[in-house]
């Protein structure tokens, strides 16, 4: 497509349940960030997908958090057990290559847990 | 030394004026320093970026000035508009450091008319 697509771009979610958000970057585009952005704050990097080498997951904040990334497209990020502090936007870019050209955001995923 | 500092967090201009934001880091890997645009329920864009090989980058109303010594990039706004009221962010990477960038905290950055 023609940017980052997100889905779904809000998600209400109760307390303990398990949520899916998903990224489908530019085609072409090897990397794959996903970055979390609380209200009224920065970008915090969570997990980084290049080609086929391992994932950078340095940034994911506990082990509910987790991503995929399938056939070197698509990619989802699973937080498990939700908890009301892991309310936010959760953005996901592209870029074509490692990242040192910029990259593509998409809309966010709006996060709440009630 | 991963960090990249951004100030000030809140800035309000008048119509026409100069809009000033600076950032500041520590990692001498990063060559690499992108500034981004965010509107509200929008993701961040890609505004203008600039390379340490060079001081100043100026792309319409827009300006990167860099001072590789000091560490510091700033990113001025001229005759700056209402439309140009959004969150921005200033970035670094290195192609040697990693291969995500380092966000700064964002300046939210309101234009009166």
């Known amino acids: 497509g023609a940017g980052v697509s997100q889905s779904p771009s809000n998600k209400v979610t109760e307390k303990g349940k398990d949520v899916e958000l998903r990224c489908d970057p530019i085609s072409g585009h090897t990397a794959l960030y996903w970055y979390r952005q609380s209200l009224g704050q920065g970008l915090e990097f969570l997990i980084y997908?290049?080609?086929?080498?391992?994932?950078?997951k340095s940034g994911l904040p506990s082990d509910r958090f987790s991503a995929e990334r399938t056939g070197g497209s698509v990619s989802t990020l699973t937080i498990q057990r939700t908890q009301q502090e892991d309310s936010a936007v959760y953005l996901c870019?592209?870029?074509?290559?490692?990242?040192?050209?910029?990259?593509?955001f998409g809309s966010g995923t709006r996060l709440t847990v009630v | 030394q991963q960090q990249v500092k951004q100030s000030p967090q809140s800035l309000i201009v008048q119509k026409g004026g100069i809009s000033i934001i600076n950032c500041a880091y520590e990692n001498t890997a990063f060559d690499y320093f992108p500034w981004y645009q965010q509107f509200p329920g929008k993701g961040p864009a890609l505004l203008i970026a600039?390379?340490?090989?060079?001081s100043e980058k100026k792309e319409g109303r827009f300006t990167i000035s860099f001072n590789k010594s000091a560490k510091q990039f700033s990113l001025h706004i001229m005759d700056s508009q209402p439309g140009d009221s959004a969150t921005y962010f200033c970035?670094?990477?290195?192609?040697?450091?990693?291969?995500?960038?380092?966000f700064g905290p964002g300046t939210r950055l309101s234009v009166l008319p």
């Open positions: 970035a670094a990477s290195g192609f040697n450091y990693g291969q995500n960038f380092v």
């Open positions: 997908f290049q080609g086929n080498s391992a994932p950078d």
């Open positions: 870019a592209s870029s074509l290559s490692q990242g040192i050209y910029g990259y593509t």
């Open positions: 600039i390379r340490p090989d060079v």
